[in-house]
Antibody
């Protein structure tokens, strides 16, 4: 059974930093492309970024609002995905979910974690 | 970036109704369109991928269609457990983008 369990959320002041973790199990994490998606309270879904598997280059892509401030990384030896968030802004307040991407003739968000809440407030 | 627009934003319906939700892309995305269902306090769940393929274990009353810029999600006969928010998402190009969501209410 695929499981994705996020941790590391909490309250942080504007300008601060936070690192989220996502512990993965039940699938071959090493081969997986993983994404982060966030949802601000009462708002829609927003893709944050993704990381490819190391065999596919391990490269990352980011949404414009977080580029240069957020960094996605992975530790395949620990089956763990990370989201390092720096220079946080109040508009980064959201539930952050990690996602296992799937591919059948096109990419989709196959499995979602339950998310961890990040609140940026003074 | 590709903008995704869903309509309606909210919809009132009854058990047994046939319901259609529309998603329009700001440019052609071929068939790279996915649909998700989200219940309150829960993570979204994949329903339909590449416009019309039903994810495993999703009931057959859900169907998707369309290509290019216009897509629809249809629920043929609403069940009580279908009252939720539905999101479309394009995977044609990075950054992936979502519609604003459609809240389906009783």
């Amino acid at each position: 059974e695929v499981q994705l369990v996020e941790s590391g959320g909490g309250l942080v002041k504007p300008g601060g930093s936070l690192r989220l973790s996502c512990a993965a199990s039940g699938f071959a994490f090493t081969n997986a492309w993983m994404s982060w998606v966030r949802q601000a309270p009462g708002k829609g879904l927003e893709w944050v970024g993704r990381i490819k598997s190391k065999t596919d280059g391990g490269t990352t892509d980011y949404a414009a609002p977080v580029k240069g401030r957020f960094t996605i990384s992975r530790d395949d030896s620990k089956n763990t995905l990370y989201l390092q968030m720096n220079s946080l802004k109040t508009e980064d307040t959201a539930v952050y979910c990690c996602i296992l991407e799937g591919y059948i003739r096109g990419w989709f968000f196959d499995y979602w974690g339950q998310g961890t809440l990040v609140t940026v407030s003074s | 970036d590709i903008q995704m627009t869903q309509s309606p934003s909210s919809l009132s319906a009854s058990v047994g109704d046939r319901v259609t939700i529309t998603c329009r892309a700001s440019q052609s995305i071929s068939s790279y369109l996915n649909w998700y269902q989200q219940k309150p306090g829960k993570a979204p769940k994949l329903l339909i991928y590449t416009a019309s393929s039903l994810q495993s274990e999703v009931p057959s009353r859900f169907s998707g269609s369309g290509s290019g810029t216009d897509f629809t999600l249809t629920i043929s006969s609403l069940q009580p457990e279908d009252f939720a928010t539905y999101h479309c998402q394009q995977s044609y190009s990075i950054p992936y983008t979502f519609g604003q969501g459609t809240k389906l209410e009783i």
